[in-house]
């Protein structure tokens, strides 16, 4: 039962263009979502989160969209640097709990 | 350096040995997480402490596996008679969790097992 899917295991862009990495999820009980980022061999860099009290947040070049009537989320990196490039996580938890669970992971490339 | 830290970062060991990692949350945080995470997957929860005691654990902890945070400090993950199986990286993620407020998972750079 895989409650958050990431449908893209990879996504190419130039960079100074827009990327955006999208999720889905299943279970209603999650109220909170988290992007990470994450290098070879290196553990899960946190990049932004959103509450499902919002529809938006920013921060810097990141921005995270959350369409709760879809269970979608989606993160937008605005510009792309090649320094960008990792594998992107989408994880949701619940304000009550404890567990992340987390999608399998979009590799993106940023080319120069 | 007051991120997340592991010990080891890799490990390699003959299937039957026992292994143990070492994890020092970020010393604010009261909660203390590991999960696992093989090829091509996300991570993937396996435990959870608050201070020192051990609230959950995932069908994913096999009773091969244990984890304690003795002081509410540090902790340890111990599997006992490796198999092939546990090849993996092993996270460690801590947080400060308030009453009503959720929690922002900080990650330590992860150990990697062989099992040979």
């Known amino acids: 039962d895989q409650q958050v899917k990431q449908n893209s295991p990879s996504l190419s862009v130039q960079e100074g263009r827009i990327s955006i990495l999208n999720c889905d999820y299943t279970n209603s009980m999650f109220d909170y979502f988290l992007w990470y980022k994450k290098y070879p061999a290196e553990g899960p860099t946190f990049l932004i989160s959103?509450?499902?009290?919002?529809d938006k947040n920013e921060d810097g070049r990141f921005t995270v969209f959350l369409n709760k009537s879809a269970k979608h989320l989606s993160l937008h990196i605005v510009p792309s640097q090649p320094g960008d490039s990792a594998v992107y996580f989408c994880?949701?938890?619940?304000?009550?709990?404890?567990?992340?669970?987390f999608g399998e992971g979009t590799q993106l490339t940023v080319n120069p | 350096d007051t991120g997340v830290s592991q010990d080891p970062r890799h490990k390699i060991t003959k299937r039957g040995q026992n292994v143990t990692f070492r994890c020092d949350p970020i010393s604010e945080h009261n909660r203390l997480y590991w999960y696992r995470q093989t090829l091509g997957q996300g991570p993937e929860f396996l435990t959870y402490f608050q201070n020192e005691a051990q609230l959950e654990k995932s069908r994913l902890l096999s009773d091969r596996f244990s984890a304690e945070r003795p002081k509410g400090s540090f902790s340890t993950l111990e599997i006992q008679r490796t198999e092939q199986g546990d090849s993996a990286m092993y996270l460690c993620?801590?947080?400060?969790?308030?009453?009503?407020?959720?929690?922002?998972?900080?990650f330590g750079p992860g150990t990697r097992l062989t099992v040979l």
């Open positions: 959103i509450s499902s009290i919002k």
């Open positions: 994880a949701a938890g619940e304000t009550s709990g404890s567990r992340l669970t």
């Open positions: 993620a801590s947080s400060f969790k308030r009453a009503v407020s959720y929690n922002e998972q900080f």
